[in-house]
């Protein structure tokens, strides 16, 4: 099972940040990791707010209209028992 805990790498080592359980690092044993290298100047929620936004406003843009005039009629239509074999 992967468990994610954040760590810094300097001087070519982990230091790693104090939300990481006692008992993983008292075990002097090695372990296997895989490290994500991530830069934190890039603001990675203010794009993706931009490209939701932009995609929010292309859909409105679209001038669309259902094919369904009531839906609430439409989905007790479909909602409706239906005849099931020999129960007639």
Request: proline share 3%; net charge negative; hydrophobic share 35%.
């Amino acid at each position: 099972m992967l468990q994610t805990y954040k760590a810094v790498y300097q001087d070519n080592k982990l230091i790693w940040d104090a939300d990481v359980p006692e008992e993983i690092l008292s075990d002097k044993k090695p372990k296997n990791v895989f490290v994500l290298f991530y830069d934190e100047k890039q603001n990675k929620s203010e794009i993706d707010k931009e490209n939701i936004l932009e995609k929010l406003n292309s859909l409105a843009n679209k001038n669309t209209k259902s094919s369904i005039d009531d839906p609430v009629a439409w989905q007790r239509e479909i909602r409706k028992d239906k005849v099931l074999f020999g129960r007639e």
